[in-house]
């Protein structure tokens, strides 16, 4: 191997070397840009914000300085970069690229036609095999399901050798780095990648050599998820004559992805396949999978935007729909006009999850995790099945820890563990971001091993969730929520409800007692961090909950989340519309907030 490029010119001033040709990095002058502090999913700003000059030049260099200060040898080892397919993402790559390059890293892979999905960058960077040089990080650049284009939103996200996003040290160090930045590195003659082709480029000069290989978007992912489910049982339920399915990938990244799994490996027809291909503004829509935003994939399935069922004949409406998000992490699942609520499916894929052979072959599931606001019904499951549960604050990254407590903190072994939120975010320990496609093959997973005995009528994604609540009682379950209100009246009413805790507590609100009203707080088991005001809760005697948060996702203003959840055994209330089952807690929740009062209104924006 020849010699990797050191990262500083400290060492080696390679940009007097003489004969480096495609290889010799210019330094930019360049003086901090505002606001670059990256949250949990990345830095997100306009596109128009990301376009001007070094603003995305800024950003990377203050990774590559943040990571190599933190440790990671960038000369050795990989770097993968893709992204959602989103505007921007072919220019963004090649700019990284030739930073990559001038910052000392000797190895690229960029998915094919720029496209990576965020479960399929954590896969790729977890891949360990003898002919791949593991990758030491990844570019994914994404806003998630916020809408894309010149006029919307762009964003880039950094993610690790464990193949999850950086923890909060590393990106409070890339926001340090971009408040204080004079120069950045790039090769400005480096050859523009073509995308369009799985294939390697090498750059030879003065005993340096570079190689950018251009990698499969799906093979990598796609071989994974082989390894986790029963293709065969899933095969046969697909080529049942009474199964029909329909998957909307929103016109983001997923399409590749599904078309790989559903069409080449299980033979489906193109017209399973809603919306696959790739937008760069997401066909000006909001690639966010619920009942608001999917709204063709909800008509086809038979719905309206309150999951109730619209005038369709069976045979109109397909067995089973999924839908997923831009850059494929998110998931919602369907039945025949039928909606299954996110905190419901995490709950039932634990419950079932000895179908699954990534389980079964472990010995079994042995923790499950929700974020706070997610519904109780999958601790009912932990408790029946005896696992470990854990209540984490909203965001992905509190999984992660406990996927890696064993092997990067020492701890106990979590794992195999199944995790969850009321977002519609679903997946497991096998990568360390959600994952939209593992949940609807781990549904067609279970609705498989439901349907094994031949020659009986279709179990239905509807039989499974009822059978589950008959079994567990029915956790139900709704989130209001208030976008683009005033941040500073939403600030005041969540600090006004947090004042209040005390003189609420043990207080009757309609037909309800407040047992406790508190602010939650995580107190992270594996690296002993604590999380301090992660949203107000009311916990009601009969153990309904009522919660409130502010989004950490808002894009303008703020948002306010509003979480109801009744529990209800009753065998006899099992199947009541939704909003009826829990109208009067909502009646409570709008008057313990008063977002009239502070906000100036108690109408949703979304309802989920
Ligand atoms: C992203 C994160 C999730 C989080 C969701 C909602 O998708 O990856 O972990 O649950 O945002 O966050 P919010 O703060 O907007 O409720
Ligand atoms: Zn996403």
Request: hydrophobic content about 40%; aromatic content about 8%; overall charge neutral.
């Amino acid at each position: 191997l020849l010699p990797g490029r050191p990262y500083s010119d400290t060492k080696v001033d390679l940009t007097a070397a003489p004969g480096l040709g495609p290889l010799k990095p210019t330094i930019v002058k360049t003086s901090p840009k505002e606001g670059q502090k990256p949250g949990t999913s990345g830095l997100r700003k306009k596109t128009k914000v990301f376009t001007q000059e070094n603003y995305l030049e800024n950003f990377v260099q203050s990774t590559f300085n943040a990571i190599v200060a933190a440790g990671t040898d960038i000369t050795t080892g990989t770097l993968l970069i893709g992204g959602d397919g989103r505007y921007f993402n072919p220019e963004a790559i090649q700019t990284i690229t030739k930073m990559a390059v001038a910052n000392g890293v000797s190895r690229v892979w960029i998915g094919e036609n720029g496209l990576l999905s965020t479960p399929a960058v954590s896969a790729i960077i977890r891949e360990q095999g003898p002919t791949w040089k593991k990758a030491f990080g990844a570019f994914i650049l994404t806003a998630s399901h916020n809408p894309g284009g010149p006029e919307e939103d762009f964003g880039i996200k950094y993610n690790c050798e464990n193949g999850g996003p950086a923890q909060e040290f590393l990106t409070d160090a890339m926001f340090e780095n971009t408040k204080t930045i004079t120069q950045y590195s790039i090769c400005k003659s480096f050859p523009t990648i073509d995308l369009s082709k799985v294939g390697a480029t090498r750059v030879e000069k003065a005993g340096l050599e570079v190689n950018v290989e251009v990698v499969s978007t799906a093979s990598t992912h796609v071989a994974l998820l082989e390894s986790i489910f029963d293709f065969p049982a899933i095969q046969k339920l697909l080529d049942r004559p009474d199964f029909t399915m329909i998957y909307d990938s929103m016109h983001g990244v997923n399409g590749p992805y599904a078309r790989e799994v559903f069409c080449k490996r299980f033979g489906l027809s193109e017209d399973t396949m809603m919306n696959s291909v790739p937008k760069d503004d997401f066909n000006g829509g909001h690639a966010d999978p619920n009942l608001t935003y999917a709204k063709e994939l909800i008509a086809v399935c038979g719905l309206d935007k309150k999951g109730l069922k619209i005038g369709m004949t069976d045979k109109q409406v397909p067995d089973f729909g999924a839908a997923a998000d831009g850059d494929g992490d998110r998931n919602m699942i369907l039945g025949k006009q039928f909606f299954v609520t996110p905190s419901d499916s995490l709950a039932i894929i634990a419950a079932n999850s000895n179908k699954i052979p990534f389980f079964s072959a472990q010995g079994g599931l042995k923790s499950v995790a929700r974020s706070m606001p997610t519904s109780g019904a999958v601790d009912l499951v932990a408790k029946d099945l005896n696992l470990s549960l854990f209540e984490t604050p909203t965001g992905w990254k509190f999984f992660g820890n406990l996927m890696d407590s064993k092997d990067l903190f020492g701890g106990k072994d979590y794992t195999p563990l199944i995790c969850g939120e009321e977002s519609f975010g679903t997946g497991s320990n096998h990568i360390r971001e959600k994952d939209g496609i593992w949940a609807v093959l781990a549904w067609l997973n279970i609705l498989a091993a439901a349907n094994s005995k031949p020659n009986k009528p279709l179990t239905s994604v509807e039989d499974i969730v009822k059978a589950h609540w008959k079994k567990y009682g029915r956790n139900y379950y709704v989130r209001y929520d208030f976008e683009g209100v005033d941040k500073a009246a939403a600030t005041a009413m969540m600090a006004k409800m947090g004042e209040m805790r005390e003189a609420n507590t043990n207080k009757a609100v309609g037909a309800y007692t407040i047992a406790t009203a508190d602010i939650f707080e995580y107190n992270d088991p594996v690296d002993g961090s604590v999380s301090k005001n992660q949203g107000v809760r009311f916990l009601m005697a009969d153990g309904s909950r009522v919660i409130f948060r502010l989004s950490g996702t808002a894009g303008s203003g703020a948002t306010v989340r509003m979480y109801i959840e009744k529990y209800e055994a009753d065998k006899e209330k099992l199947h009541l519309n939704v909003l009826d089952a829990v109208g009067d807690l909502i009646a409570v929740g709008l008057s313990l907030c008063d977002i009239k009062g502070f906000c100036g209104t108690d109408v949703p924006t979304v309802i989920t």
